[in-house]
């Protein structure tokens, strides 16, 4: 059952209660409210997966997640990013979901490594001269899920950011890297749990 059909169900008995306060004051709604909270019971503990607000639908069965160290391979390293990007994905995944973070061997495992780091000029003017730069990061992710090994996968996720070319690269970067590291925390995330 997805989170739309669960909404919706919802929005039906929500509709049905009202119609019944309006049209009978309340009274006779004790006659049929006992069954349709057996109803309610029913269909969502008949739900494989569970729902949180942020649209993951994680399985009940699992209740803990490891995230290992996230190194930068890249050619240019940034000697925080590492570390940055390590603590903002373990904070995202304990703050969006009930999952208890391990140090290993979790029913989630994610595994990842920075593998680009790359500023490039972008918005080419007449003199031949950037406006603007481009700041590219990259990371490969290994997503392994213990209870349910179809929901493994491998791929690379690619976020940048401009900034003006008036700008040192060192004045920007720590707001830069947050911005990215967020977008990207948040592409893994999406692609780990919330399986629309």
């Known amino acids: 059952m997805t989170s739309n059909n669960i909404a919706y169900l919802w ?9 019944q306060l309006y049209r009978h004051q309340g009274f006779s709604m004790l006659k049929w409210i006992a069954p349709l ?5 029913s269909i969502t503990t008949s739900c494989r997966m569970s729902y949180s607000f942020t649209g993951a639908s994680i399985s009940p069965n699992v209740k803990t997640v490891a995230i290992a160290y996230v190194p930068n391979n ?3 390293v940034v000697s925080t990013l590492s570390r940055t990007f390590t603590d903002a994905l373990r904070n995202y995944f304990t703050s969006q979901t009930n999952l208890v973070l391990v140090d290993r061997n979790g029913d ?3 595994d990842g490594t920075i593998t680009q780091y790359v500023v490039v ?5 007449g003199n031949e001269t950037a406006a603007m730069n481009r700041l590219t990061i990259a990371v ?3 997503f392994t899920n213990k209870t349910d090994p179809k929901q493994n996968w491998e791929t690379s996720f690619s976020r940048y950011q401009d900034y003006s070319s008036s700008y040192n690269l060192s004045s920007v970067q720590d707001g830069l890297i947050k911005d990215i590291t967020d977008q990207l925390v948040q592409d893994i995330f999406n692609k780990a749990v919330v399986n629309w």
């Open 37 to 41: 909270l057996v109803l309610l019971g």
């Open 108 to 110: 989630l495992n994610v």
């Open 11 to 19: 929005q039906s008995i929500e509709n049905v209660m009202k119609r």
């Open 140 to 142: 490969s992710v290994k």
């Open 121 to 125: 000029p972008v918005a080419i003017q």
């Open 74 to 76: 890249a050619s240019l």
